[in-house]
T-cell receptor, first 110, second 113 residues
């Protein structure tokens, strides 16, 4: 099956700095790469996603880049704010089954 | 309001006592799925369903059963729960299989003693 690795597992940044989280995957047939944010005690919620035919996607302060050749994709959060503090999960799928990374706990220090 | 609901939200039970966690969505989604979340392991898919009467195993199906008799409902059944099934469970749904956003339910925290 697919193997998804996510790094780092924890990340602390100063407010206003950027944060980058990276995921690697093993199945070259994977074609959809979402990122989810999970606040403490809450359900995961999609924040951005990218399909395999696109290299980069941006939504205000959040961006995702995909390198299909190297089989990795990254989440970029710029101008971080305290409300960005949460656990972030990457995921991959070929269409049927979803595989999630183990999560990154992001802390934004005011 | 478009939503995924799960019941119960919290459950404490004993080893071997059959239980069912219900999941329902009101968005007419074809794809539904169950995940378990454990510290340090992220979300792992238990079972998924691409439509009514179509279900398939995910990464960690052992000890679980599911059924999809109606499009809106996707119950998770633990026939003989064991302590290693103590976990936080999420149901999710999406428009169809493939590159679509999954909407998660609020979660069910299960403790098996």
């Amino acid at each position: 099956g697919e193997n998804v690795e996510q790094h780092p597992s924890t990340l602390s940044v100063q407010e206003g700095d950027s944060a980058v989280i990276k995921c690697t995957y093993s199945d070259s047939a994977s074609n959809y790469f979402p990122w989810y944010k999970q606040e403490l005690g809450k359900r995961p919620q999609l924040i951005i996603d990218i399909r395999s035919n696109v290299g980069e996607k941006k939504d205000q302060r959040i961006a995702v880049t995909l390198n299909k050749t190297a089989k990795h994709f990254s989440l970029h959060i710029t101008e971080t704010q305290p409300e960005d503090s949460a656990v972030y999960f990457c995921a991959v799928t070929t269409g049927n089954q979803f595989y999630f990374g183990t999560g990154t706990s992001l802390t934004v220090i005011p | 309001e478009a939503q995924v609901t799960q019941n119960p939200r919290y459950l404490i039970t004993v080893t071997g006592k059959k239980l069912t966690v219900t999941c329902s969505q009101n968005m007419n989604h074809e794809y539904m799925s169950w995940y378990r979340q454990d510290p340090g392991l992220g979300l792992r898919q238990i079972y998924y369903s691409m439509n009514v009467e179509v279900t398939d195993k995910g990464d960690v199906p052992e000890g679980y059963k599911v059924s999809r008799k109606e499009k809106r409902n996707f119950p998770l059944i633990l026939e003989s729960p064991s302590p290693n099934q103590t976990s936080l469970y999420f149901c999710a749904s999406s428009f169809a299989r493939g590159p679509y956003e999954q909407y998660f339910g609020p979660g069910t925290r299960l403790t098996v003693t």
